[in-house]
């Protein structure tokens, strides 16, 4: 069987509120995107740019302020939207632990991928990679801003 699931979890020394809001930060997990322009509702559409991997356009399925976000994005196939067989689905679970916050991260759908096996098992090990640099970077922003 394809693997098809990455789940990771950290505990993050700095309130939920702060967590959430770079969670929910465009491109924070994948290239660049533009805050400012950031539309936090169902359906809506980001994109975020990577120098060395091209556009990558992100879009919320899911979302309970504080608690949970879920983004459906094709990591495999830069610069297309996400449709069903091209994208995988990204969800964050964010917890309130006293003053720290515990954050949950899924990504599944690897093996429902419009691509070859060798390509869909690249993309799955690509991304296992990827989501443990992003929230070690995630955690040392969170924590190195001013209270």
């Known amino acids: 069987m394809a693997p098809d699931r990455i789940e990771r979890e950290i505990v993050i020394a700095a309130p939920l509120d702060r967590v959430w809001s770079l969670v929910t930060e465009p491109g924070f997990w994948v290239g660049e995107g533009d805050p400012a322009n950031a539309d936090l509702r169902e359906g809506a559409l980001m994109v975020s740019e990577h120098g060395d991997y091209g556009q990558f356009p992100l879009r919320i399925e899911k979302i ?12 495999t196939f830069p610069g297309e939207e996400p449709r069903e067989g091209n994208s995988t689905l990204v969800e964050f679970t964010l917890l309130r632990e006293g003053d720290k916050t515990r954050l949950r991260v899924v990504e599944s759908g690897f093996a429902e991928l419009d691509a070859p096996a060798d390509t869909r098992r690249k993309s799955f090990e690509d991304n296992i990679e990827g989501w443990t ?15």
Request: proline residues 7%; negative net charge; glycine residues 0%.
């Open 64 to 75: 309970e302020p504080q608690r949970y976000v879920s983004y459906r994005w094709a990591s």
């Open 133 to 147: 640099t992003e929230l070690d970077e995630l955690r040392q922003r969170a924590e190195q801003l001013p209270v």
